[in-house]
């Protein structure tokens, strides 16, 4: 019995893999099968971003259902032969105004479009025309987020080690964990959902404020992202991807993963002018660095930085203390947060999030049974982060051995 059910479960979990990777090849195509997909954009009553994709591939009809494995192998081989469609023109019409594109070599097309007019709403995703006029005409509606008028802040979240655990890149292991629902192999970081609904809620419950995320991975992991999101009731928002994501809006540039995500922040600060910004990431991947950064060059303009800790190496310990201090110098202040309760606690402190939000998030860390930080994140000196950070013996701070919260720089309110 217990063998049959566990042949079950692999084979539930081999299928859901199986119609996540057939799913983008389910579209409506033109002739010749032509397929016209967008992400998901961002931007302001003023102007718009997008990115999409056109290719072609073969116009096999998939009619079987979610449980049809036959169907779902004919879809992904449909997918992997797929071909992009480079030179090609993408109209797009958008707040009264309309830009054309052409796709590049891998049949990418990239939308900056100068917004006309915008009736007023308090809706935040609102649809954009889209077609393609040659080879073949093809349509598709793509959604754009514009802040409310009544947000408070932007979040610019990493995905990779800050949402999620390491994996991301690698497509099939990253499907197999995330349809794989054991405690062992747990996907997102426990109690990040909830963290990230207060997040985008804000202390009212209803801000509905921008969440950008921001990640290393390719375009090719878009669905699975998507997906991830979903089943985790995490609040999607734009992704934007560090290797194919031009700051210039145009191309893709061929430059390191840390200064094309400065450049971005940079970008996303200049387009959100008027608000208050929270970064997050982790401390292996250069976004402490990049944070800091951040702060120094646009003084007044971060309320907090928040740091997931995923090393204990005593080097870094030091040098997150070199980028703490500047950080707390400029105005703001940095957390390194052992665990999701943390930052929960210091953003309801400063008001970026609701009082009852960080109770939510201990109760969603304790539901998926992991341990979260009971005591609270201690406020420490600039001088005394070290020993703070790696307990004043060196020996990692105590709590059992537990990596230790940390809050560097002191409390602001917006």
Known sequence: MGSRGTLRKWKRAATRILDL??????????????????????????????????????????GGGEDDLAGHLRDIGRRIVRRSVAGATVRARFGGAEQRAVTDR???????LKVRELAPSDDCWHDMDLELEQPDPVTATAQVFIPPRHCRHVVISDIDDTVMFTGVAGKLKMMWRLFVQDAENR???????ELYRAMHAGPSGRESNPMLYVSRAPWGIYDVLDEFFRMHNIPVGPMLFLREWGVTWK??????????????????????????????????????????QIVDEYPGRVTAVYIRNVSRD??????????????????????????????ADHAAELGLIDRQAPARVSAEIDAEG???????????ARRDLRDAVMGSDGSGGGNGGDAPNVVVGTDRRD
């Open 21 to 62: 990777a057939a799913r983008p090849v389910r579209t409506a195509h033109g002739k010749r099968g032509i397929v016209l997909q967008p992400y998901r954009g961002y931007g302001s009553r003023e102007e718009v971003f997008l990115i999409g994709r056109a290719f072609r591939q073969s116009r096999t009809e998939h």
């Open 106 to 112: 891998d049949g990418y097309f990239r939308i900056h």
């Open 187 to 193: 996907v997102a970081f426990p109690g990040v959902a």
């Open 251 to 292: 191309s893709p540039l061929p430059r390191k993963a840390e200064d094309h995500k400065r450049e971005l922040i940079g970008n996303m600060l200049a387009l959100y002018k008027d608000l208050p910004f929270v970064l997050i990431g982790d401390s292996g991947q250069h976004d402490p660095e990049v944070y800091r």
């Open 314 to 343: 005593e080097t870094r310990i030091r040098e997150i203390e070199d980028l703490a201090k500047a950080v707390t110098a400029a105005g703001s202040g940095m957390v390194l947060a052992a665990d999701s309760l943390a930052i």
């Open 370 to 380: 992991a341990t979260a930080s009971k005591r609270p994140a201690r406020k420490v």
